[in-house]
C-alpha cells in the first residue's frame, strides 16, 4: 500500500486546519490566521521536533501558507499570514501547480548512494566486484570500496553481498517518485520539476517530515459558502470508507457545513463504464490488440508528459469526475462544485476542467467536521437523488474499474484484463514497452491505477487501507449491479 505519511505530522496538517478554518469563522480571520504559530506554540511551550522553538513556529508558519494555498517557493519569508490571509480572501482561482516543499521542514537529506558498512567480510569470492557491471567496486585494505564517480546506484551488489554488507542510503522523496519529477536544488533541499510532474502524490506520503505539502483550497471553499453560493460536493466512491458512519449519514454531515448538495462522483463512473465499454469493442473490431483504461489523473498525466507513444492505446472515455461535473453543472448551472479527492492529481485534473471549481482532499475535509464540531456517525441520514451501481462504488478499489467494462461487454467480445496496481519505475517500464510494441502479451484491458490498492490508497485517504475498504465493500454489495440496472431500464 502507499507509505502513509507519519501521524505526527498529519496531526500538524489537521490542526493548523483546524485552526485556520475556526480562524475564517471567527470575527477577525487575518490577526488569528497570523497568530496560529504563536498560538500553537507559545513562550515556554515544550519544542517536540525541532531544535527550538522558533524552527518550529518557522515551520508552523509555512504550512499555514500553504493551508493558505499559496506556494512556499514563491511566498517572501517576510510575508505576515495576516496578509496572505488578506490575499486568500481577494483570489479568484487557484494556484496553477498543486504541490508546494516547505523547505523549512526539509531535512536535506543526504545524497542517495550505495556505502559499503563495517559488516564487509573481504569474501574471496568477490560477489560484489564481479556483479558491478561499471567497475565501481574495488578490494582496499581487505574490503570493498565503492568509488561514487563510476556508480550508477543500481544496487545489484548490495542484492548479492551474502553479508547484507552493502547498503543503499535513498532520499524517501526522490526514491518514492516514479518519474524523477524531485530532486535536491542547489540549496540541498528537495525541489518539485512540475514539467516531469504527474501529481501522484508518492512525494507527499513518503516524507517522513511531512516536507511536500499540498496547497489548500479550502478558504476558496469557504468563501463561497459564506457569500450565500449554491455550493455542491461531488464525492469520489473512496470517501465512502474514511469515516466511521453510513454514505447516507456522510451525505447529510457535508450539508451541515454548508454545502447546498452532495452528487456521488459514482454517478458519473456509471457514465464512464458504459462509454468506455463501447469504445473497447469498438477497437476490438478495428484490430487494436490492447486498450488502457483512463479514469485514473495521475495516469493520464503520466502518459502526457512521459509516454506520448501510449496515445493510441489509452481510452478516450473521460473520468467519473468529468462526468459528475457536467451532469451537476447541467442541472444547477449557477452552481460551485467541489471535488472531495483522495490524491493530488484530481487538483491538476480540475485546472482543466471548467465544470470543477475546487478540489478538496480527505484530510481537509476531515479537519472541517473537526472545526465545527460535527460528529458524522451521529448525523441523520439523507438519500442521494440518483442511485449509482456497485461497480461503480467499487471504481475505488485495483481491479474495479476493468471489472465495470467487463461486466457491459458483450459475450462475444473477449476480454482479459491486466492491472497496473499503483505507478512504480517498473510498471511504467511495462507500460512503455506495451506502448513500444503495440500490444500487451498479459492481456487486452489495461486498467491503470497510480495508487497501489487504487484510490482508496491515494496519499490524502485518512483510514487505514483494510478498515476502508471493508466498508466500500459493504457499500457495494448493498448496491445494485450496473449490468441488472441496464437490464430493468430495458
Given at each position: ?19 485556520l ?42 504550512r ?6 499559496f ?21 479568484k ?67 548479492v553481498?551474502p553479508?547484507q ?28 520539476d ?14 517522513p ?7 489548500s ?36 454531515a ?9 452528487y ?21 473490431e ?10 485514473c489523473?495521475g ?7 512521459h509516454?506520448?507513444?501510449?496515445k ?37 485534473e480540475?485546472l ?27 448525523c441523520?441520514?439523507s ?79 485518512v ?28
Amino acid at each position: 500500500m502507499a507509505i502513509n505519511t507519519p501521524k505526527q505530522t498529519s496531526h500538524l496538517k489537521r490542526e493548523i486546519l483546524v485552526r485556520l478554518i475556526k480562524s475564517f469563522l471567527s470575527d477577525n480571520f487575518e490577526e488569528n490566521t497570523r497568530l496560529i504559530p504563536y498560538d500553537m506554540r507559545p513562550k515556554g511551550h515544550e519544542v517536540p521536533y525541532r531544535c527550538c522553538i522558533y524552527k518550529e513556529r518557522a515551520i508552523l508558519r509555512d504550512r499555514t501558507v500553504a493551508g493558505l494555498g499559496f506556494s512556499i517557493e514563491e511566498t517572501e519569508d517576510s510575508t505576515l499570514l495576516s496578509d496572505l490571509a488578506k490575499k486568500a480572501m481577494e483570489r479568484k482561482e487557484p494556484e496553477e501547480n498543486p504541490l508546494t516543499v516547505l523547505t523549512t521542514a526539509c531535512k536535506g537529506c543526504v545524497p542517495s548512494r550505495i556505502y559499503v558498512t563495517d559488516l564487509c567480510q573481504g569474501c574471496v569470492a568477490r560477489p560484489c566486484v564481479n556483479t558491478c557491471k561499471f567497475g565501481a567496486i574495488s578490494i582496499q585494505n581487505g574490503k570493498s570500496v565503492i568509488d561514487p564517480a563510476k556508480c550508477k546506484n543500481c544496487g545489484m551488489c548490495a542484492q548479492v553481498c551474502p553479508y547484507q554488507a552493502i547498503q543503499k542510503i535513498i532520499v524517501p522523496c526522490e526514491n518514492a517518485c516514479p518519474v524523477g519529477a524531485i530532486a535536491k536544488g542547489e540549496d540541498g533541499h528537495a525541489q518539485i520539476d512540475f514539467s516531469k510532474c504527474i501529481s501522484c502524490g508518492k512525494c507527499v506520503s513518503a516524507c517522513p517530515f511531512g516536507a511536500v505539502h499540498e496547497k489548500s483550497q479550502i478558504i476558496d471553499v469557504l468563501k463561497n459558502i459564506k457569500a450565500g453560493k449554491k455550493v455542491i460536493a461531488m464525492i469520489a466512491p473512496a470517501m465512502m470508507g474514511q469515516l466511521p458512519c453510513t454514505p447516507k449519514q456522510l451525505k447529510e454531515a457535508i450539508q451541515k457545513l454548508g454545502f447546498a448538495d452532495v452528487y456521488e462522483v459514482a454517478q458519473g463512473a456509471d457514465v464512464t463504464s458504459k462509454t468506455e465499454a463501447a469504445e473497447f469493442v469498438e477497437r476490438l473490431e478495428d484490430g487494436a490488440e490492447f486498450m488502457t483504461t483512463s479514469c485514473c489523473a495521475g495516469y493520464n498525466e503520466l502518459v502526457e508528459k512521459h509516454i506520448p507513444e501510449m496515445k493510441p492505446f489509452r481510452s478516450d472515455t473521460k473520468t467519473p469526475m468529468y462526468y459528475t461535473a457536467e451532469i451537476v453543472k447541467k442541472e444547477n448551472p449557477d452552481a460551485v462544485t467541489v471535488f472531495f479527492s483522495p490524491c493530488v492529481a484530481k487538483r491538476r485534473e480540475a485546472l482543466q476542467n471548467p465544470n470543477v471549481d475546487y478540489v478538496l482532499n480527505y484530510e481537509e475535509v476531515g479537519a472541517w467536521f473537526i472545526a465545527l464540531n460535527i460528529q458524522v456517525a451521529e448525523c441523520g441520514e439523507s438519500e442521494f437523488k440518483t442511485e449509482a451501481s456497485a461497480e461503480a462504488r467499487n471504481y475505488c478499489v485495483t481491479g474495479g474499474v476493468a471489472k465495470a467494462v467487463q461486466t457491459l461487454l458483450p459475450e462475444e467480445i473477449p476480454a482479459h484484463p491486466v492491472v497496473i496496481d499503483g505507478l512504480t519505475k517498473q510498471s511504467i517500464r511495462d507500460l512503455k514497452k506495451y506502448a513500444k510494441n503495440g500490444m500487451c502479451d498479459l492481456g487486452n484491458l489495461i486498467e491503470v491505477m497510480a495508487c497501489q490498492g487504487g484510490c482508496l490508497g491515494g496519499n490524502a485517504t485518512v483510514n487505514a487501507f483494510k478498515p476502508a475498504l471493508k466498508q466500500v465493500t459493504n457499500y457495494v454489495n448493498e448496491s445494485e449491479s450496473l449490468k441488472g440496472s441496464i437490464k430493468s431500464e430495458k
